[in-house]
């Protein structure tokens, strides 16, 4: 009888080749033997690892999520006044968010999924919610709502835009929900 190969980083290869197929050829592409493929590993991997196709893009699309709100306070959290904190939020908008198709990509195939399969939307919910309070740090929570309506926006244009965003213009937008009515006069 032959032994099995011990593998302690096969359920996270698995996820990440999620990732990967998901960025590829979307979420009504991936299938488990695309993973598998991708993984490099059996097929039967696949079930022993996730109970079906759910459990595994919720694992994918949470650690994608984890990721980029990791980026984003890590960015912020680095930040060490308002004017810091705006210019965080452009560059997290233009190296971090709008510097990656595959992260585009990714992000729409989640909201896509988020909106039809409300199983999905705790996730994005709670990617909001650390957004938010990573903002929180440096701003009220109205202008929070507004930069994070900016830069969800603004991601949605990226995708389906043919021009590049100006960085002038984001400059401008990020400034205009930041400083103060009164301040602006």
């Known amino acids: 009888m ?5 593998d302690p980083d096969r359920r996270d290869r698995i996820i990440d080749a999620a990732l990967d197929v998901i960025a590829a050829q979307g979420v009504a592409g991936s299938s488990h033997r695309k993973i598998a493929e991708h993984a490099g590993v059996p097929l039967g991997s696949m079930t022993y690892h996730f109970t079906n196709m759910d459990e595994l893009l919720a694992e994918a699309f949470g650690r994608f999520a984890d990721t980029v709100a990791d ?11 308002a004017g810091a904190a705006r210019a965080a939020v452009v560059e997290l908008i233009h190296q971090d968010l709008l510097g990656s198709q595959r992260d585009l990509v990714l992000t729409q195939e989640l909201y896509t999924l988020a909106a039809r399969e409300p199983a999905f939307r705790q996730i994005t919910r709670d990617w909001m919610a650390r957004s938010r309070h990573a903002l929180g740090r440096h701003f009220d929570p109205a202008t929070c709502r507004m930069l994070d309506a900016l830069i969800e926006g603004l991601f949605l244009h990226a995708a389906l835009d043919t021009e590049p965003h100006d960085r002038a213009s984001t400059v401008e937008a990020v400034a205009r929900i930041t400083t103060p009515t009164g301040a602006r006069l």
Do not use: K, N, Q, T
């Open 2 to 6: 032959a032994s099995r190969r011990f």
């Open 71 to 81: 980026g984003f306070e890590d960015r912020l959290g680095r930040a060490a006044d």
